[in-house]
DNA sequence: CCAAGGCTACTGGTATACTAGTGTTTCCGC
DNA sequence: GCGGAAACACTAGTATACCAGTAGCCTTGG
């Protein structure tokens, strides 16, 4: 028996790559990075699936010399792990690194409020954002709010004038959102509760008061650790002997 | 008058490429990312020079898609400028980027520090780094001081649980480096003075003293940014029109 | 003499071919 | 039936060839 496609020893790439269309007429890297990034992020390719350049390239109807530069890009984040001659997988779950991601995040954007709070910054241009994710927050869609949570958070970044910190914080807080999406899509409410906290931020920051605009967006940051540990582990990953993950 | 060579607009690209030997048995992509990493941190590439993929590829004497690997990445590093189909440029120095990438630094470290100093953390195994330190600093050789500097904080990043944002800092702090290296390797004691303050934040997180350990290496990191500006900056970069930086 | 437009040489992006290395599988000897 | 070795299938890494797009140069028409 011939060995089974790479990508069906987890999952059935026809439906993974289903809507994954390719306008060649932009260029072909960026492109297949988001689509796998996302893949990736929302467990669609979930921990230790084999992502094969070959097999991804022909699913995109690409060569493989942009899937490698996409591959290449995710696995400077950490998101994929290749091993030379022997396959590329998505990186596993993995507690320290998502404590990790945590602390830097906590440790940039603690600093962020911080200053914003010291130096008085004008956050009436976060005002259409915010209505934004209550909106969101009202229908309890977390996938919108996670949207303009991202923008919220790149805002702050963009006006305390670290605009490129807010990139580096998403390259670490990829690995949190692999969790992170799988547990918060199904708790009621979150999306209200962390609307409330970046109202409670603000208006600390807008009372030019730092200290208490540091500890919360340290207890909003940390929020995401309190839902418990590695729950968004699949099960699959155990019981498929055929992925090669350390 | 057929044009000149690319890399000789701005140097001689023998000169710069002279111990640039690459060892075809290993992994070919890493070392051009690291040899053209490194010439642009010390500033032997400055910035605005030229970097073609096609006359890199020749002069180590290896193809183009190694080479363009590590392009991809110092362009995600933000250390180089890729314009389709024009050209690639090593980044100019920008001062915003260089106090982002302060910023950024400081408030990871700050926070690891403080974490230290919380969790009465063991430093033992940082005594031979000091030490190295304090051998270079004695002979005021910066370049090696700089090597072993490196080492101090990403063992305090190791301790403190968070290798990876060592690496983080690494992507940021290059573009600090690029003016550091121009500025403290002419400025006699500065080496010494940075190992003292390395041994002050030790005794503040030894002692467990959290906040006199995160001002403390707040300090230490701002002092780059004391030495006044974009002195490093290259004046053949002006007066050479044929680069083509925005 | 000057301006406008085509020409040319170069760029990075993509596709394809080939290589060295690895893990599995299968088949042969016991 | 079992153990081991060799062949196989597949991997990522590299080399090469081709492409579309850009920008400066040079010719040409005014």
């Known amino acids: ?76 984040e950490g998101l994929v792990q290749v091993r030379p001659q022997v396959g590329t997988v998505v990186a596993p779950l993995d507690e320290a690194r998502l404590n990790e991601a945590v602390f830097v995040r906590a440790a940039i954007e603690c600093a962020v409020v911080r200053h914003l709070a010291e130096t008085g910054a004008d956050l009436t241009g976060l005002e259409p954002l915010l209505a934004a994710q ?4 009202e229908h309890d ?29 998403q390259s670490m807080k990829a690995h949190v959102d692999r ?25 600390a920051i807008s009372a030019g008061e730092a200290d208490a605009a540091e500890a919360r967006m340290r207890a909003h940051i940390h929020s995401v650790l309190e839902t418990g540990g590695a729950s968004g582990h699949d099960p699959v990953q155990d019981g498929d002997r055929r992925l090669r993950v350390p």
Chains 1, 2 share one sequence.
Not at 41 to 66: K, M, Y
Not at 147 to 166: K, T
């Open 134 to 137: 209550f909106r969101a927050a």
């Open 1 to 76: 028996m011939p060995r089974p496609e790479t990508y069906r020893a987890l999952f059935d790439p026809a439906s993974v790559f289903a809507e994954a269309t390719i306008d060649t007429s932009r260029p072909i890297a960026p492109q297949v990075y988001d689509m796998l990034r996302t893949r990736i992020i929302d467990n669609r390719l979930p921990p230790g699936a084999v992502i094969s350049e070959a097999e991804t390239a022909r699913l995109c109807a690409v060569s493989r010399t942009p899937v490698r530069a996409a591959i290449q890009n995710l696995a400077s």
């Open 141 to 169: 869609d977390y996938m919108t709010f996670f949207r303009h949570d991202e923008a919220f958070h790149a805002a702050l970044a963009g006006l305390a004038g670290v605009p490129n910190a807010w990139g580096l914080i």
């Open 179 to 203: 969790q992170r999406l799988a547990l918060m899509s199904s708790i009621k409410g979150r999306s209200m509760a962390a609307y409330r906290e970046h109202l409670a931020v603000l208006d």
